[in-house]
C-alpha cells in the first residue's frame, strides 16, 4: 500500500474518532445539566410542599447495583463458635443449637445468631461515641465477625442499657438487612446479635436507575411524619424468598421514626 495513502486514512480515522468523542462530551454535558435544573426544580417543588428537611438530599446520578447473598460452607460457623467461645459445649434447646463455654452463650435462630457473655471480660467506653465505635468494631474484627465494613446506624439509651446499631457496608452503601446490634451494661459487653448473613459471600447482580430522592419525597409525603433529618440511599430485603437486596430510600425523622421506599420504582415497603 502506498504509504501517503495509508497515512490519510489514518487521519480520516483519528478524524471521525475525535467527531465522535466530542459527540459523547456534549451529550454527557447536556444530560449533565438536565439533571442538575430537574433537581433544582424538584428541590423548589419539595420547598413548596410545606416537607421539613433539616439534612442534604443526596444525589443518585449513577446506576445502582442489586446484590445478593449466598452462604459460605457451614465450616464458617465452626471458625465463629471457636473464635468467640474457644471449646465449646454443644446442645440443642427447643430445636435450636445452643453453643456455651465459660459464662459465654451462642445461639442460632433461624437467621440470626446471639452471642451472650455474663462474664464481664469485655469493656467498651460507652460514655464518648468515638471509643464506643473504634472498640465495637476492633471487638468484630479481632473475633473473625467479618471481613466486611460496618458503619454504626443508631445510637441510644433504654432503660440505663447502651444499645449500639451496626450495618455492613457495600460500596459504602448500607446494607440495612445485615445489621449487628450490641448491648452495653455499665460499660461491659453483654450481648452482641445479628443476621446471619453477614457470614455469607456477597455476589452483585445488575445495574438499575435510581429515582432521585426529591421524587421520592413528592410522591410519598403521606408516609412521612415529621421533620426529615437524614436521608440514606441502600440496601433492604423486602421479603425473605426474594433472590436479592432492593436499593433503597431510607428516610428517617425527627420523630424517631423510619420509612423505606423502593429507589428503583418509588414504592413504600411495608417493614412490617
Known sequence: MDWSRAK??????????????????????????????????????????KIEINCSIPSSNKPVKRISFVEKDKNVYTEIIRSLLGSAEESVEDSVMVYRAGGKTLKFLDNRFVFTDSTGGTTIPDENRKRLDKALKAWIKKNSISGAKFVLDNLYQKNGTVIAEYVQLYNKMPVFSNKLTFTIENGVLVQAEGSCRIFYDLRANKEDNVISAEIVLLTNKDKIKGAVESI???????????????????????????VLFNAITGEWIDMG
Request: hydrophobic share 45%; glycine share 4%; proline share 1%.
Open 8 to 49: 490519510n486514512i489514518i487521519l480520516v480515522l483519528l478524524l471521525l474518532l475525535n467527531i465522535f468523542l466530542f459527540i459523547n462530551i456534549i451529550n454527557v454535558k447536556i444530560t449533565f445539566e438536565t439533571s442538575r435544573e430537574y433537581r433544582i426544580k424538584a428541590q423548589k417543588a419539595l420547598a413548596e410542599s
Open 232 to 258: 440514606d440511599l441502600g440496601y433492604y430485603l423486602a421479603q425473605k424468598d426474594e433472590l436479592h437486596d432492593t436499593p433503597v430510600w431510607r428516610i428517617k425523622t425527627t420523630s424517631g421514626g423510619e
